[in-house]
Every structure is written in C-alpha cells, then in structure tokens.
C-alpha cells in the first residue's frame, strides 16, 4: 500500500475551516484516499474517501490533485468535538489481490486540536 | 442499522492465561477485520475475515487467531498471554466488497498483569 505523510500536529481555532493535508506521492491508479479520525480511546471514526474526484458529505469534503499525489480533509467548520487524531489511509480495491482485503494501514496521523 | 459492538469491553489478565473476544458487525455485513492498538506501535492490522474465510493475515504470532461464524459474528483468541499484548482490540466490519469502507467497533481493552 502507499505510504502517506501527514503533519505530526495542527491547531484550529473552533468555527474556522480546519485542512489537513496528506502526501501520498506513491499513490498507484487503483489506490483510494480514505480518512478516519479517532478520539481519544475510542475506535476509528470512518470520516470520507475518494479516488480522484472530489467528494464531500454531511461530515467532510475531500479535495485531491490532479496527479493524485496529494489530498487535503476539510472540517468546514470546526467544533471542540472535532479534536481527534486524524489518519490518510491509502489502499487498493479488494480485487487488488490478497494483501489488501480488510487491510488499514495506519500512520501516525495528524493530531488535530481546536481551541474554543 | 445498529453498529459494531464488541464484547467485552474491558478485561483483565495475567500472563499466560488465553483470552477470547468477540465482535457483532453491522447487520449485513460479511467482513470482519481485527486491529490491535498500543501507544509504541499504533494500530495493527492482525486478520481478516469474510464468509467464516480468513483472507487476510497481519504480521503477528499464532498466538492470535480468529475465527467467523455462519452469521458474520466474529472471535479472535489470543493464547499464553504476555505483557506486551496489553492493548486496545478493535474489530471493523464490512461489506466486503470491491471498495468496502470499514466501520470500526468501540473496542476491547485487555491488560495483562
């Protein structure tokens, strides 16, 4: 799977669109972007993923380049309870082959925290 | 539609004892993937499962297996406990799918003394 790169940390002030940006220049075709976030303790929240276009829902938008090399998660606007440790995830389809079924290959995350 | 609960959902004890955990997914779903979380090595992915098949298998001891039922409900065991294996253990599930998002589970937090 290709390996992503997030900031360690950022803050954001509460009511403010907070970005999060990921690299992952490795990235091959059949590769999705996948975010989740976690608080503190309890499991992963799945937030929004894509392929190339842009996508959006009621919690996120997505925004990938061109190349695909980069994406950036936008929080439109933040709240206190959006602090979280947010995690890229870069993976194939299942029909990929067997090393990708079920597999989330987390990093570090970017550890996200907004201030009142 | 109900979540991915997990049972239990705190345990505690010592080595070499074994411990099973149990993970319900989301009605419909027929994927089960199991992760272990420590503060030294983050989250790991240790097996999955789809239609009572493992499909998938991490990087970890036979110590840790697991198993699916004809009802997708899923179990993972982890024999002659060790310190190191203090952690949280989540479950995610699935459609299991060609581009399945996987929901995850509150998790099971295991201590070994």
């Known amino acids: 799977d290709a390996k992503t790169t997030q900031p360690p940390s950022m803050d954001c002030a509460e009511g403010r669109a907070a970005n999060l940006p990921c690299n992952h220049s490795?990235?091959?075709?059949?590769?999705?972007v996948y975010w989740y976030r976690q608080i503190h303790s309890q499991g992963p929240q799945y937030i929004i993923h894509?392929?190339?276009n842009n996508e959006t829902n009621e919690m996120a938008s997505l925004i990938i380049t061109e190349d695909r090399k980069s994406s950036t998660l936008i929080l439109p606007h933040a709240t206190l309870r959006d602090t979280a440790v947010y995690y890229c995830i870069v993976r194939p389809a299942n029909n990929a082959g067997g090393t990708s079924y079920g597999k989330l290959t987390f990093g570090q995350g970017t550890i996200l925290t907004v201030h009142p | 539609k109900a979540g991915v609960t997990q049972t239990p959902r705190y345990l505690i004890k010592t080595r070499g004892q074994q411990v099973t955990l149990s993970c319900s997914p989301i009605s419909g779903h027929r994927s089960v993937s199991w992760y272990q979380q420590t503060p030294g090595q983050g989250l790991q992915f240790l097996f999955e499962y789809f239609s009572e098949t493992q499909r998938n298998k991490g990087n970890f001891p036979g110590r840790f297996s697991g198993r699916q039922f004809s009802n997708s409900r899923s179990e993972m065991n982890v024999s002659t406990l060790e310190l190191g294996d203090s952690a949280l253990y989540l479950c995610?599930?699935?459609?299991?799918?060609?581009?399945?998002?996987?929901?995850f589970g509150p998790g099971t937090r295991l201590t070994v003394l």
């Open positions: 995610a599930s699935s459609s299991g799918g060609y581009t399945d998002t996987q929901y």
């Open positions: 894509g392929l190339k």
């Open positions: 490795t990235i091959s075709g059949n590769e999705y």
